[in-house]
Structures are given as C-alpha cells and as structure tokens.
C-alpha cells in the first residue's frame, strides 16, 4: 500500500512540474518571439471580433460625429483592444467613404476627419494612442459591388474597419 501511496506521489509531482515547466516556457515564448503562430491566431481572433462590430456602425453622410448608436459597438471593440493589450498590436482606422455631391479633395478631408473622430473615441477609451492610427479614404471604386445590386452613384456610402499589425518582436 504504502509503494502504491509513494508511486502515485512521484507521478503527481512529475506531472505538477511538467505542466509548470510547459507554462514557463509558454509565456517565455511569447516574450522572445518563439511562439509567432500564437500571436498570428490573436490577431486573426482580434480582427474576426473586430470585424463584427464593424459591421454594424452606422454613419452620417454630412457628420465627423459619431452617433451615439454605435457606443455599443465602439466599446466592444475598446474590449478587444483592452484584451490585447499585451501584443500591442497596431491598429489602423480605415474609413471609407463616398458622397457624390462631393469633389475627391473634399471627401477625402471628410473620411480622414471622420477616421480621426474614430481614434479620439478610442483614445478617450483608454487606448494608447501611439497604437491608432487614422485612415480616410474617398475612393468609390473601394467598395464592394454585388452583381445583382450595383452601386447606385447618387448615394452616399461608407465603411469602416480596422486592420491590425503584428509589431515587431523583440528580442
């Protein structure tokens, strides 16, 4: 009895430090850059998540405001950042927008204003600002045309999304 007391004992405690040694070694990968898969599932789960939200902002086509429709929205995607804080990734605000009583000068100067009310927002969240960065962009031929629905060129359109960049690791 007391063989099979010590046997189990002596498994337990190699099986406690193995599951502690693989943990070290998890998170000393993710400091030195071994574990690069690992960060590329993060950011491919952060922009998935990101995405979402995206997807259902909604815009004013004269407006570099932001309506308070879209807080729900704005704040689950401050919560992606925020659970990623620690691979710091970069995320650049992309707005797509297309007015067609609007010259290409004066759109693009609306989409930038507009990606940069995006930035403030998140800045105000609490996310550092030296990882946001803003993009307008007024290009019409941006957007997606479905076949069955072309784009109607007496319409106003706009999108909005975030990539994210992997910094580089530090070694």
């Given at each position: 009895?007391?063989?099979?007391?010590?046997?189990?004992?002596i498994t337990l405690t190699v099986l406690v430090v193995g599951a502690?040694?693989?943990?070290?070694y998890l998170n000393d990968s993710r400091l030195t850059g071994r574990d690069w898969d690992g960060r590329i599932i993060d950011k491919m789960d952060a922009e998935s998540r990101m995405g979402y939200f995206a997807s259902g902002l909604r815009f004013e086509a004269d407006s570099t405001v932001i309506p308070a429709v879209n807080y729900p929205a704005l704040d689950s995607m401050v919560l992606v950042m925020k659970y990623h804080e620690c691979d710091?990734?970069?995320?650049t605000i992309n707005v797509l927008h297309y007015h067609p009583e609007r010259n290409e000068e004066e759109e693009q100067v609306h989409a930038q204003n507009l990606a940069e009310s995006f930035k403030q927002y998140f800045t105000e969240a609490g996310?550092?600002?030296?990882?946001?960065?803003?993009?307008?962009?007024?290009?019409?031929?941006?957007?997606?045309?479905?076949?069955?629905?072309?784009?109607?060129?007496?319409?106003?359109?706009?999108?909005?999304?975030?990539?994210?960049?992997?910094?580089?690791?530090?070694?």
């Open positions: 009895m007391k063989k099979i007391i010590v046997i189990t004992l502690i040694a693989y943990q070290i710091s990734f970069l995320y996310i550092v600002p030296r990882l946001l960065t803003a993009k307008g962009t007024s290009e019409k031929a941006q957007f997606y045309v479905d076949e069955d629905e072309p784009l109607d060129p007496s319409k106003p359109y706009h999108d909005m999304y975030i990539r994210i960049e992997l910094p580089p690791l530090k070694r």
